[in-house]
């Protein structure tokens, strides 16, 4: 951590040995590292994959090795924050960012409004029949995931994504 704490603090490239999930080995991918996110109880590195020109986020229980790459990057970090910002989780593959309306049955209304879903969350209306939310997000899996952690007490009312 500490060799990316100072390319960070440089603005310097880097190689990462990292360790997939769906990778059987590990690979090496170069990036420009950008800031540290926690999501879920885990750490991840947030930076810009330098082939690509594209966000990634990468957990940093899986990077194996951190080597100098030796150049200097330009610093998007604050274009980095605002794709991140629209999203649930660590996953920028989402469908395109849109009001989604979700229904709650009002036994959850305690649990929203202490943990929200989204920075983005506003009150549509609450009754004693529904609580109504709205969030402006990305759609990615991690916001399916959160739903259907609510199960049978929450459902997708509006929005061009489908949660199923």
């Given at each position: 951590?500490?060799?990316?704490?100072?390319?960070?603090?440089?603005?310097?490239?880097?190689?990462?040995?990292?360790?997939?999930?769906?990778?059987?080995e590990?690979?090496?991918?170069?990036?420009?590292?950008?800031?540290?996110?926690?999501?879920?109880?885990?750490?991840?590195?947030?930076?810009?994959?330098?082939?690509?020109?594209?966000?990634?986020?990468?957990?940093?229980?899986?990077?194996?090795?951190?080597?100098y790459?030796?150049?200097?990057?330009?610093?998007?970090?604050?274009?980095?924050?605002?794709?991140?910002?629209?999203?649930?989780?660590?996953?920028?593959?989402?469908?395109?960012?849109?009001?989604?309306?979700?229904?709650?049955?009002?036994?959850?209304?305690?649990?929203?409004?202490?943990?929200?879903?989204?920075?983005?969350?506003?009150?549509?209306?609450?009754?004693?029949?529904?609580?109504?939310?709205?969030?402006?997000?990305?759609?990615?899996?991690?916001?399916?995931?959160?739903?259907?952690?609510?199960?049978?007490l929450?459902?997708?009312?509006?929005?061009?994504?489908?949660?199923?």
């Open positions: 951590m500490n060799r990316l704490q100072s390319a960070m603090t440089k603005s310097e490239s880097v190689i990462l040995t990292h360790q997939g999930y769906r990778k059987e590990p690979y090496q991918v170069g990036v420009n590292p950008l800031y540290f996110k926690q999501y879920q109880n885990r750490w991840y590195l947030i930076a810009e994959v330098i082939d690509k020109k594209e966000f990634r986020s990468f957990g940093m229980d899986r990077i194996k090795e951190v080597e790459e030796g150049t200097k990057f330009k610093n998007r970090i604050k274009e980095a924050k605002k794709r991140f910002n629209e999203i649930i989780g660590v996953d920028l593959n989402g469908n395109g960012l849109q009001d989604i309306v979700i229904a709650f049955d009002p036994s959850q209304k305690p649990y929203l409004e202490s943990l929200k879903l989204h920075h983005s969350q506003v009150v549509v209306s609450d009754t004693k029949e529904k609580y109504t939310i709205k969030i402006r997000v990305n759609p990615n899996y991690e916001l399916q995931q959160q739903i259907q952690k609510y199960g049978h929450a459902e997708v009312i509006e929005g061009d994504w489908i949660c199923w």
